[in-house]
């Protein structure tokens, strides 16, 4: 009988993607004898269907950009067509050296690594196949799937981002249903390949969760990017008739398309896994937890997108940090999701995080707010970019919350975090040094003019 037959772990991990590989790498740093299963490949959503192959797509987008406008800073470049055999060998590549990297790193780490299905039976068991392995703890981590909405049925051309991943063609038309993280960010590298792009979305703006201010400017720059934005339309329904999508709206619109992108959000992989037979309670879908991750059930702790909230790698990431070293009785400052960095990959970049305005006025009252236009920026007039710094500060107090959009924004978002997470009030950044020529820059003089003193910016 091995080990793991044996039931002597202290943490049995069941999902081997952002969160769990993250726990159990942490946990076995600290000396925990650890059990990690996972049903497909180890990394997860975000390495293989995520977070890294659609980066790798949104690269490919920009240098194609990039080519086709080299003229116009005296570069006669052209872009002939996109190669989307080429594009997805260099994808590919890319994950495939991550994932060998990442496997590397576990097979080092003595963790007892399980390939499989599995599924929880009782609070301290994961049955994987034949084998039962048990530990002191277990850690919930089975990650999401991308959702459909009822009645519409994934088949030939109407599909979700997984399948987007493998497209051997550029589809002359596409219609996005969806204006959130997934919808933007595709709609983007469809138009920068040579699509033309509707985005089809029921709410009255673009990436909803993001302050207002950056949906209208995102709205803004993808009309000038030729992206119809179709916004408070709701969706009726999807016919195929050979090669061509029907896309139909309530208001009776009807939008013709050689591929319909579902890009609705996703959902907690959570039924079927035993989760309630196990006493653990589930909300919608996902599992309730407290502020520590504890399901309420003793010794069961659940991570990342299973858990309300952002679904975002790196909160997963931390999440399954924090559980290792909560398990190894470290007692580890709470996981904010507040204090979690957020970052669209479009073009332009939207990049945040702490509050948006509305929801500071909502908890404090009276805030203060200013935006530092990109325009006044060299390294973004370089660049040819535009956007926005919106800085978000309680009245008299600390910055709460930071938005920005522009390219490469999202470079900027670790000082912004710190920003938030330290209570940094304006005049502490204003003191900083931000290098000169750099988008950095922006982040600086908005606090230069938050703190009454701007520069290259209007009092």
Not at 136 to 148: C, E, F, Q, Y
């Amino acid at each position: 009988m091995s080990a793991s037959d044996a039931g002597d772990h202290d943490v049995v991990i069941l999902g081997g993607g952002s969160g769990g590989y993250a726990c159990a790498l942490r946990a076995a740093q600290l000396g925990l004898r650890v059990a990690l299963v996972e049903k497909a490949r180890l990394g997860g959503t975000c390495l293989h269907s995520g977070c890294i192959p659609t980066k790798a797509l949104l690269h490919v987008a920009e240098t194609a950009d990039v080519a086709r406008e080299g003229a116009a800073i005296g570069v006669r470049s052209t872009v002939e067509s996109i190669d989307m055999p080429a594009v997805h060998a260099y994808k590919d590549a890319i994950v495939a050296r991550l994932h060998k990297g990442l496997q590397g790193l576990v097979s080092g780490a003595s963790i007892d690594y399980v390939e499989g299905a599995g599924v929880l039976d009782g609070p301290k068991t994961v049955v994987v196949g034949q084998r039962r392995l048990t530990g002191a703890h277990v850690v919930l981590a089975t990650g999401s799937h991308a959702k459909s909405l009822p009645g519409l049925q994934l088949v030939g051309r109407v599909m979700t981002s997984d399948e987007a991943l493998r497209l051997d063609v550029v589809p002359e038309r596409v219609v996005v249903l969806g204006g959130g993280v997934i919808g933007v960010e595709f709609a983007s590298v469809f138009r920068s390949f040579g699509s033309e792009v509707t985005i089809v979305e029921a709410l009255p703006r673009l990436v909803p969760a993001e302050d207002p201010a950056i949906s209208k400017q995102l709205e803004r720059s993808f009309r000038r990017r030729r992206i119809t934005v179709r916004t408070g339309a709701r969706f009726a329904g999807a016919t195929q008739s050979g090669d061509v999508v029907t896309v139909s709206l309530e208001s009776g619109d009807r939008i013709e398309a050689d591929l319909l992108l579902v890009a609705v959000g996703r959902g907690p992989v959570t039924a079927g896994m035993g989760y309630e037979e196990a006493g653990i309670t589930l909300d919608r879908g996902h599992v309730r937890t407290d502020e520590r991750l504890r399901t309420g059930v003793d010794g069961v702790y659940a991570v990342g997108d299973i858990v309300a909230g952002p679904q975002l790698a790196h909160r997963g990431f931390a999440q399954g940090i924090f559980v290792a070293e909560e398990i190894a009785g470290l007692s580890p400052a709470v996981v904010e999701d507040a204090s979690i960095p957020r970052v669209t990959y479009c073009d332009p970049e939207i990049a945040s995080v702490g509050l948006t305005e509305a929801q500071a006025r909502e908890r404090f009252g009276q805030v203060e707010t200013y935006e530092y236009n990109l325009g006044g920026n060299g390294r973004s007039q370089i660049l040819g970019t535009q956007g926005f710094v919106k800085l978000v500060r309680r009245t008299d107090g600390p910055i709460v919350g930071v938005s920005m959009i522009g390219a490469r924004m999202g470079e900027q978002v670790g000082e912004a975090q710190l920003i938030v997470g330290w209570e940094a009030h304006p005049e502490d950044v204003a003191g900083l040094v931000h290098a000169h020529p750099t988008q950095n820059e922006a982040l600086g003089e908005a606090h230069l003019a938050l703190a009454g003193k701007p520069l290259h910016a209007h009092a």
